[in-house]
């Protein structure tokens, strides 16, 4: 089981950045070595959830095109976090994001984990 706990979410004008934080956690082991792909997903009021930008456990990261060029991912392995730096923020980036990890516990054991979403508002 992994539990993930995002941060850093909240009201900021056009143009402005924001750094988001995921923090993940597992009972009685070092969940760390399970966990494989990372990434951020968000949704907007009346949309369906969408890929922001993901980082896998080799660093290779991936991201939206509405995204790229503004929204930085990184992972730090040794505190099992997770950020996504955003700047440039359009009001179009308005949602609530979530964090999400892949971990594998055995060849036939993997998960995926969302966090309970942090709220991001960007007013014009």
């Known amino acids: 089981q992994v539990q993930l706990v995002e941060s850093g979410g909240g009201l900021v004008h056009s143009g402005g950045s924001l750094r988001l934080s995921c923090a993940a956690s597992?009972?009685?082991?070092?969940?760390?070595?399970?966990?494989?792909?990372m990434g951020w997903y968000r949704q907007a009021p009346g949309k369906e959830r969408e890929l922001v930008a993901t980082?896998?456990?080799?660093?290779?990261?991936n991201y939206a095109d509405s995204v790229k060029g503004r929204f930085t991912v990184s992972r730090d392995n040794a505190k099992n976090m997770l950020y996504l730096q955003m700047n440039s923020l359009k009001p179009d980036d308005t949602a609530v994001y979530y964090c999400?990890?892949?971990?594998?516990?055995?060849?036939?054991?993997?998960?995926?984990?969302w966090g309970q979403g942090t709220q991001v508002t960007v007013s014009s």
């Open positions: 980082i896998s456990s080799d660093g290779t990261t």
């Open positions: 999400k990890v892949r971990a594998q516990f055995a060849i036939e054991a993997v998960y995926d984990y």
């Open positions: 597992g009972s009685g082991r070092n969940i760390g070595r399970y966990i494989n792909a």
